[in-house]
Structures are given as C-alpha cells and as structure tokens.
C-alpha cells in the first residue's frame, strides 16, 4: 500500500496564509493523480484541488483565485499554498494519491488528515 503523510496545518487568522505538503511513499508504486480534500465538521468531504503527474489542475470554485496546488513528481510530494484564508477554509484537510503498479491502476492512498482552523 501507498503510504501518505500531510503536515503543515495550523490556526490562522483571517486573511492569513499555510502551505500543506504531503508526502506520498511506496517503492513499488508509482503515484497518478494527487488530490486535496477537506470536511468541515457536519460536512461531506469535498474535493478542494487536484493536479495530475502531466500538472493539470482544477480546483474547487471557492478556493479559485486563493490556493495553489503544485507537486513534485520526483519526491511523491504534494503541496496546497493556501492565501486569503478565510473562516469557512476551517476543515480538516486530507490528501489522497493514486497509486499505480505495472502501469494499472492499484488503489487510492489517504492521509490521516491535517487540521486547518482560520479566526475571525
């Protein structure tokens, strides 16, 4: 199984900034699509921002504008640069990777998440 770790959370105040990285690990896979998620307390998870090995992207329409995904293929790494946070950004983030074995896809690995809480 693909291991992924997340870090970077924090509290921060309204406005402010955090970078989350996740690193993903797994000699025997090689990582596809690499995606943050968040659940905000009483939410359903939601899909914030993905990017692919080629570096397409897409984003949540809320988060548009403010956070950045990026990634380094080499290093299984994942980064999300969050600016302008808001209150609403409050959620436990969680990162996911595609693991992929041969060329087939194997499964998704899951972090334990990261908590993000933005004040007012």
């Known amino acids: 199984q693909v291991q992924v770790v997340e870090s970077g959370g924090g509290l921060v105040q309204a406005g402010g900034s955090l970078r989350l990285t996740c690193a993903a690990s797994?000699?025997?896979?090689?990582?596809?699509?690499m995606a943050w998620y968040r659940q905000a307390p009483g939410n359903q998870r939601e899909l914030v921002a993905a990017?692919?090995?080629?570096?397409?992207?897409n984003y949540e329409d809320s988060v548009k504008g403010r956070f950045t995904i990026s990634r380094d293929v080499a290093k299984n790494t994942l980064y999300l640069q969050m600016d302008s946070l808001k209150p609403e950004d409050t959620a436990v983030y969680y990162c996911?990777?595609?693991?992929?074995?041969?060329?087939?896809?194997?499964?998704?690995?899951w972090g334990q998440g990261t908590q993000v809480t933005v004040s007012s």
């Open positions: 990017i692919t090995r080629a570096g397409n992207t």
């Open positions: 996911n990777a595609e693991a992929y074995y041969w060329g087939s896809y194997s499964h998704t690995g």
């Open positions: 797994g000699s025997r896979f090689s990582i596809g699509r």
